[in-house]
C-alpha cells in the first residue's frame, strides 16, 4: 500500500484509556462485557424480528437493519481495543489503521443514515397514514437500507483514498483507543488541506443532511399529532416515536460534540467515542425494547415458545425412556 514516497514509519502507537495496568485490567472486563451483552442483544432483536410475523412491518425492518449495523460498529473498535488493553505495546500499523478509519467512517455514516430512514418512517406512518403502504413497501425499504450502505461506504472510499496519499513521518502516537481520520492528520508531514476539506463535505452530507431529514420528520409529525382531537391518539403516535427520538438525541449529541472538539485525546473526547460507538450500540435495543409493547408482546412470545419447546424435548426424552 502506497502511503506517500517518503512515510518512514510503518505503525502507530494507540495510547487507549489509561496507562494503569490495574485500570485497564477492569476496563477489559468492563469493555469485554459490553461488547457481549451488544452482540446478544442486537442478535436477538434480529432474531426475534425475523421468526415474529407480528413484527414483519416497515418499523421492524428499519430496526432489524440498524441492530445488524450496531453489531458491524461494535466489531470494528471494540476486539482492537480489548487486544489493546492486555497488549504492553499497543501498536496498529498504518494499513490496519487505515482500514479501521474506513470502516468507522463507514459505520458512522450508516448508522446516520437509517436513523434518517427511521424517521421517515414514521413521518409517512403518521402523516400519510392511507399511503403509507404504498409509500414503505417492500421494494422501497430495500432500497432505502442499500441506499444508506452504498453512499456511506462511497463516503468512506472517496476519504481513504486521499488519506492514502498522505505521509507520516516521525510522530506516531495516537491519543485514542481506535483510528479516527481526524486524529490522523496532526500525525501527517503532508498538506492535509484536501483532506479536511472533503471530511468537511462527508460531515455536511451526513451529520447535518440526515440531521436536516429528521428535524423536517419530526416537525410535521408534532403538527400532525397536535392535530389530532383524542388525547389517546395523541399518546399512542407520540410513544411510537419516543424511542427512536432517545437514540437520536444520544448518537447525534455525542458524535457532534465529539467532531466539534479539537483532537487531543482529552477525556471528554474520549468519553464521546465511547458513547456513540461503543455504548450506542449497547443500549439500541435496550430503547427499543424497554419502550415499545410489540416488542415486549413479541419478547413474551418467543419465550412461551421456548418454554413449550423445552416441555416438548422434556416429554419426548420421559416417554422414550
Known amino acids: 500500500m502506497a502511503l506517500g514516497n517518503h512515510s518512514t514509519i510503518t505503525e502507530f502507537i494507540l495510547l487507549g484509556l489509561s496507562a494503569d495496568p490495574k485500570i485497564q485490567a477492569l476496563l477489559f472486563v468492563l469493555f469485554l462485557m459490553i461488547y457481549l451483552l451488544t452482540l446478544m442483544g442486537n442478535l436477538l432483536m434480529v432474531l426475534m424480528i425475523h421468526i415474529d410475523c407480528h413484527l414483519h412491518t416497515p418499523m421492524y425492518f428499519f430496526l432489524s437493519q ?39 467512517f463507514a459505520a458512522t455514516g450508516i448508522e446516520a443514515c437509517l436513523l434518517s430512514v427511521m424517521a421517515y418512517d414514521r413521518y409517512a406512518a403518521i402523516c400519510h397514514p392511507l399511503l403509507y403502504a404504498q409509500v414503505m413497501s417492500k421494494q422501497s425499504c430495500l432500497k432505502l ?27 506516531q502516537i495516537i491519543h485514542h483507543y481506535s483510528c479516527e481520520l481526524p486524529s490522523l492528520f496532526p500525525l501527517s508531514c503532508s498538506d492535509t488541506s484536501t483532506n479536511s476539506e472533503m471530511l ?29 382531537s383524542s388525547s389517546s391518539g395523541r399518546s399512542k403516535a407520540f410513544s411510537t416515536c419516543s424511542s ?41 435495543p435496550l430503547i427499543y425494547s424497554l419502550k415499545n409493547k410489540e416488542v415486549k408482546a413479541a ?23
Open 66 to 104: 440498524l441492530s445488524f449495523q450496531d453489531i458491524f460498529y461494535s466489531s470494528v473498535t471494540v476486539p482492537k481495543m480489548l487486544e489493546n488493553l492486555l497488549s504492553q505495546r499497543k501498536a496498529i500499523s498504518i494499513e490496519g489503521c487505515l482500514a479501521q478509519v474506513f470502516f468507522v
Open 145 to 171: 437500507v442499500w441506499g444508506s450502505w452504498v453512499v456511506a461506504f462511497l463516503d468512506a472510499l472517496i476519504n481513504i483514498l486521499l488519506a492514502l496519499n498522505l505521509d507520516f513521518c516521525e510522530i
Open 200 to 228: 468537511l463535505c462527508s460531515a455536511l452530507l451526513h451529520a447535518l443532511g440526515t440531521c436536516l431529514l429528521i428535524f423536517y420528520s419530526y416537525a410535521r409529525i408534532v403538527f400532525t399529532i397536535l392535530s389530532i
Open 244 to 284: 427512536h427520538l432517545t437514540a437520536v438525541s444520544l448518537f447525534y449529541g455525542s458524535a457532534i460534540l465529539r467532531h466539534l472538539m479539537p483532537t487531543s485525546g482529552s477525556p471528554l473526547e474520549l468519553i464521546l467515542s465511547i458513547q456513540y460507538s461503543v455504548v450506542m450500540p449497547l443500549v439500541n
Open 299 to 321: 419478547v413474551r412470545r418467543m419465550k412461551l415458545k421456548y418454554l413449550q419447546c423445552l416441555r416438548e424435548h422434556g416429554r419426548g426424552k420421559h416417554e422414550g425412556k
